[in-house]
T-cell receptor, first 112, second 116 residues
Framework: GEDVEQSLFLSVREGDSSVINCTYT??????LYWYKQEPGAGLQLLTY?????DMKQDQRLTVLLNKKDKHLSLRIADTQTGDSAIYFC????????????FGDGTTLTVKP | NAGVTQTPKFQVLKTGQSMTLQCAQD?????MSWYRQDPGMGLRLIHY???????DQGEVPNGYNVSRSTTEDFPLRLLSAAPSQTSVYFC???????????????FGPGTRLTVL
């Protein structure tokens, strides 16, 4: 089956940039996603990128996509303590079934 | 819009008991799914549905049943609870992958289930 991998932990200082990396196996994915999960809550979409794009910027967030290497990254500029959460990378099956495969999540800790 | 709602928020069961986790969405989404989240294991797909009357198994379907009689509701049934089913369960909904939209999933707040 499809697989999505990401490192489990990242710790940064407040004000620094955070970069969370992800690799995936399904080359047919049309969209790739980043979700954020805060403690005790469900996942919420943070941003997504269409597969024919290399980069997408949305305020403090920058998503980079390298289709050749099947590598996706999320950069958070000026990281704040409120950014501490678990970040999930996900890809979606390009058939009508549209099943998503999620990585195991990267726990971002922001130290003051 | 309420989005995706799940009930109950917390549940404690004894081994062998059965129960139904409820999930409803008011966004007219065709696609609905159930996941379980265990520490260090991310989200694992239990069952999913691409429309009323259509369901299929995900990665970890054993011990769970689903039905989809309406677009709005997608209940998950635990047939005979086991301690291995202690987990956090999330329901999600979205448009289908071929709808031409970005197809992100909308998640409910989760049900925290403990099986003793």
């Amino acid at each position: 089956g499809e697989d999505v991998e990401q490192s489990l932990f990242l710790s940064v200082r407040e004000g620094d940039s955070s970069v969370i990396n992800c690799t995936y196996t399904d080359s047919s994915s049309t969209y790739l996603y980043w979700y954020k999960q805060e403690p005790g809550a469900g996942l919420q979409l943070l941003t997504y990128i269409f597969s024919n794009m290399d980069m997408k910027q949305d305020q403090r967030l920058t998503v980079l996509l390298n289709k050749k290497d099947k590598h996706l990254s999320l950069r958070i500029a000026d990281t704040q303590t409120g950014d501490s959460a678990i970040y999930f990378c996900a890809e979606r099956d390009n058939t009508n079934a549209g099943k998503s495969t999620f990585g195991d999540g990267t726990t971002l800790t922001v130290k003051p | 819009n309420a989005g995706v709602t799940q009930t109950p928020k917390f549940q404690v069961l004894k081994t062998g008991q059965s129960m139904t986790l409820q999930c409803a969405q008011d966004m007219n989404h065709e696609y609905m799914s159930w996941y379980r989240q265990d520490p260090g294991m991310g989200l694992r797909l239990i069952h999913y549905s691409v429309g009323a009357g259509i369901t299929d198994q995900g990665e970890v379907p054993n011990g769970y049943n689903v039905s989809r009689s309406t677009t709005e509701d997608f209940p998950l049934r635990l047939l005979s609870a086991a301690p291995s089913q202690t987990s956090v369960y999330f329901c999600a909904s979205s448009t289908t992958a071929l709808s031409g939209t970005s197809g992100e999933q909308f998640f409910g707040p989760g049900t925290r289930l403990t099986v003793l």
